[in-house]
């Protein structure tokens, strides 16, 4: 799976190396840290010259063999999860905007 991500950080122009796994460890420490990290930072730039984590992810998901996307699949739906289970529907979201957009 290491080799399949770094395949894609070098092909995707979206992104840098180190990109995955920095959006993996961020994602992770926002679903699992202080309820008031859960939507107030996905990582965003104010200037809105970085994606967010787990689009970072989302991309990754669609992107990789399909072998790597599913190891990543697992790590990632665990941390999905646990997002989910600690917020709550935006009803004032924007419906086509992501899922984790929907939250708050």
């Known amino acids: 799976m290491v080799a399949d991500i770094v395949r894609l950080e070098r092909r995707d122009n979206r992104l840098r190396p180190g990109d995955i796994g920095e959006a993996l460890q961020h994602w992770t420490a926002i679903a699992r840290g202080p309820a008031a990290r859960l ?27 399909r072998r790597a996307a599913r190891e990543l699949r697992r790590l990632v739906d665990a941390t999905d999860q646990l997002f989910l289970s600690r917020t709550l529907p935006n009803l004032w979201a924007h419906p086509h905007a992501p899922w984790w957009e929907q939250r708050m």
């Open 39 to 65: 939507v107030d930072d996905f990582g965003e730039c104010p200037c809105g010259c970085t994606l967010a984590y787990r689009e970072v992810l989302e991309i990754a998901l669609q992107s990789m063999p």
